[in-house]
């Protein structure tokens, strides 16, 4: 990930930056592998960003909100994907590992291009971080930087207790993401293996969501499973070998 411009930084920021740079985004968060299905408008809002098409200050602020492995995520990594490609500056912090850390660590990340919080919902009534998010908000706002906000919790619910926050939460677009489909869950599914190099027959792709998690993370993780086995085994992912590697992780 790019780094901060040291003349500008502050001691804290750099510690976030480092802190950033240790924490590896994920490689198949991309854009492109991503199935929208009815979460489209929040990927284009998102893609505008990404493409500079979307100039005015109440675009560059946007929250996703909705349950586990709907894509927030996902999709945040995924925008930090492109700003670190461009060499633009960016920051990823997911706060429920975080929010035990002191709140300074969000000191002069206003700087920062992009701001990615995700599990928002891990530091509400949590005063010293709020005060922190609230002057990053202001911050990223008033330099015409990016901030995008991710939570289980609709931003407009979240228990905080910072009223001033509470309406900066709101300043920009608010998207809830849904899960997905079955169908679209094989058409997510076949395009992550095709990142990886291999290709999921329809077949085979719904004997995995009849036999696995119908969690789509989870069922990303049997596929990085598959893709290590068949490269040892040198062999295609078909519905018998899936079902050979599936008995095997069961046993263990």
């Known amino acids: 990930m790019t780094a901060v411009d040291p003349e500008r930084e502050t001691p804290s920021a750099a510690v976030a930056r480092q802190l ?4 590896r ?3 198949s968060a991309r854009f492109g592998t991503y199935l929208a299905g009815p979460n489209a408008e929040a990927v284009r809002s998102l893609q505008a960003i990404a493409q500079e098409a979307a100039p005015e200050p109440g ?6 909100w ?3 492995a709907t894509g927030k995520t996902h999709l945040v990594q995924a925008l930090c994907q492109v700003f670190a490609a461009r060499e633009r500056t960016c920051l990823y912090l997911p706060l429920r590992q975080f929010g035990s850390m002191p ?5 002069g990340a206003g700087q920062v291009d992009l701001v990615c919080l995700d599990e928002l919902d891990a530091i509400a009534g ?8 609230f002057h990053l908000i202001n911050s990223s706002r008033e330099l015409g930087h990016v901030i995008v906000m991710a939570s289980r919790e609709n931003p407009a619910r979240l228990p905080v207790g910072l009223p001033d926050l509470g309406s900066r939460l709101l300043w920009g677009p608010v998207y809830r993401l849904l899960g997905l489909e079955d169908g679209d869950k094989l058409k997510a599914l076949q395009r ?6 291999f290709r999921l027959s329809r077949e085979a792709g719904r004997y995995l969501l009849s036999r696995c998690s119908r969690d789509l993370n989870a069922l990303v993780q049997t596929l990085d499973r598959l893709d290590r086995a068949s490269f ?3 062999r295609h992912v078909t519905i018998p070998f899936i079902r050979t590697v599936l008995s095997r992780s069961d046993v263990s």
């Open 20 to 23: 950033t740079l240790d924490l």
């Open 25 to 27: 985004l994920r490689d």
């Open 59 to 64: 675009a560059r602020q946007i929250s996703l």
């Open 66 to 68: 909705g349950a586990p």
């Open 103 to 107: 709140a300074g660590l969000l000191d």
């Open 126 to 133: 949590q005063g010293p971080w709020e005060r922190a998010v």
């Open 192 to 197: 992550h293996a095709a990142q990886r190099g």
């Open 232 to 234: 040892a085994a040198q």
